[in-house]
């Protein structure tokens, strides 16, 4: 039982966090080199945020939001 315990160990610590040790080796060097994956899901996010309120103000427009409180049969 031992052996399957050090064998999850190993997977995670030598082969799946692999990726996060060379950022953070990375990081001693260049500061923006070792981030840049943060600050790609910053713009993805921000991105689909614009697009969402975009969405959001069309449907408003054309009359298709419904914000009727009893929309739901829980909140009667």
């Given at each position: 039982m031992k052996a399957f315990f050090e064998l999850i160990e190993s997977l995670f610590v030598d082969l799946l966090f692999m990726p996060y040790d060379l950022l953070r080796d990375f990081e001693v060097s260049?500061?923006?080199?070792?981030?840049?994956?943060?600050?790609?899901?910053?713009?993805?996010?921000?991105?689909?945020?614009?697009?969402?309120h975009k969405q959001i103000l069309v449907q408003k427009a054309n009359n298709e939001d419904n914000q009727d409180t009893t929309a739901h049969s829980f909140l009667k």
């Open positions: 260049s500061w923006w080199g070792a981030n840049i994956v943060s600050w790609i899901f910053i713009i993805i996010c921000a991105y689909y945020l614009v697009y969402w």
